[in-house]
Nanobody, 118 residues
Framework: QVQFVESGGGLAQPGESLTVFCIAS????????VAWFRQAPGKQRELVAV?????RRTYKESVKGRFTISRGADTVTLQMNSLKPEDTAVYYC??????????????WGQGAHVTVSA
């Protein structure tokens, strides 16, 4: 199974932008879909955005129009604009497994911390 290492993120004020990156342990050729997830303090990990190998993208409703997911040969990027305090979380990328509860995923990376605060 492909594994990922996240980087980027940091501290931003509301309305500002940040980008999180991840690099895969091998080429993403043949991986149907990759995704960004996030886990806010005290909350369950949730799906934020998915990009399929054909380019189709889907987003959590609350980030539509603000976040953009993209994938390269072995990288996945999440550009985050117009950040809000509720976007504060640790962000993780992973292969997206259809019809699989997040609790059943394995091989999580260390994540990238994003803090949005005035």
């Amino acid at each position: 199974q492909v594994q990922f290492v996240e980087s980027g993120g940091g501290l931003a004020q509301p309305g500002e932008s940040l980008t999180v990156f991840c690099i895969a342990s091998r080429s993403l050729y043949g991986v149907n879909a990759v995704a960004w997830f996030r886990q806010a303090p005290g909350k369950q990990r949730e799906l934020v955005a998915v990009v399929e190998d054909g380019g189709r993208r889907t987003y959590k409703e609350s980030v539509k129009g603000r976040f953009t997911i993209s994938r390269g040969a072995d990288t996945v990027t999440l550009q985050m604009n117009s950040l809000k305090p509720e976007d504060t979380a640790v962000y993780y990328c992973n292969e997206y497994l259809l019809n699989t509860p997040i609790s059943d995923y394995s091989h999580w990376g260390q994540g990238a911390h994003v803090t949005v605060s005035a």
